[in-house]
Structures are given as structure tokens and as C-alpha cells.
Nanobody
Framework: QVQLVESGGGSVQSGGSLRLSCAAS????????MGWYRQAPGKQRELVAR???????NYADSVKGRFTIARDNAKNTVYLQMNSLKPEDTAVYYC??????????WGQGTQVTVSS
């Protein structure tokens, strides 16, 4: 199993920036992709950004050009740099690790609040 520890959430004003971090431990050799998801009240959890072991990335259309996902293999950590934040970005953000042969792992979630 993989354990994920998130940090970096908080409250910012519109136009501000935050950097989320997710440190993985445990069976890290089993991770083939990691990503960030978010869930706002009353809405379904959605993919924000994802990065594979090969370095491929994909983003939700709503965050393209504003968010960047990156990885530091030496630290077993992935980051989500969030710039030009909007109130619509307010949500609980969850780190995810896609693993084999099990079903993957989730972080505990961290609140991001963007005020007007």
C-alpha cells in the first residue's frame, strides 16, 4: 500500500497562488501515475491534473494555463502549483496515486478556499 500526506492548502484571495504537495511512502515502486482531484460541495469529485511515471500530463480544461503538476522523484513527491486562483477553484483537493496490483491510494484531502 501507498500512504499519501498532503500539505499546502489554505485560503487566498482571487488571483493568488498556492502550491500543494503530496508525499508518498510505502510501496512507492507500485505507483504508475499520480494526480490531484477536487470536490466542491454538492458536486462530484473531478480530476484536476495527472502525471504518469513517463512524464505525461493532463489537466482539466478549467485549470489549463493556470495549474501545473510536477514531480520530484528523489523526494517521492508531486506538486500542484496553482496560479491565478478563482473562487470556482474552492474545493477539497485530494492527492491520488494509481498503483498496481491494487486499486490505488488517496490522501486525506486539503481545503483550498479562494475568496473574492
Amino acid at each position: 500500500q501507498v500512504q499519501l500526506v498532503e500539505s499546502g492548502g489554505g485560503s487566498v484571495q482571487s488571483g493568488g497562488s498556492l502550491r500543494l504537495s503530496c508525499a508518498a511512502s510505502g510501496s512507492i515502486f507500485s505507483i504508475y501515475a499520480m494526480g490531484w482531484y477536487r470536490q466542491a460541495p454538492g458536486k462530484q469529485r473531478e480530476l484536476v491534473a495527472r502525471i504518469t511515471s513517463g512524464g505525461s500530463t493532463n489537466y482539466a480544461d478549467s485549470v489549463k494555463g493556470r495549474f501545473t503538476i510536477a514531480r520530484d522523484n528523489a523526494k517521492n513527491t508531486v506538486y500542484l502549483q496553482m496560479n491565478s486562483l478563482k473562487p470556482e477553484d474552492t474545493a477539497v483537493y485530494y492527492c491520488n496515486a494509481e498503483t498496481y496490483p491494487d486499486f490505488g491510494s488517496w490522501g486525506q484531502g486539503t481545503q483550498v478556499t479562494v475568496s473574492s
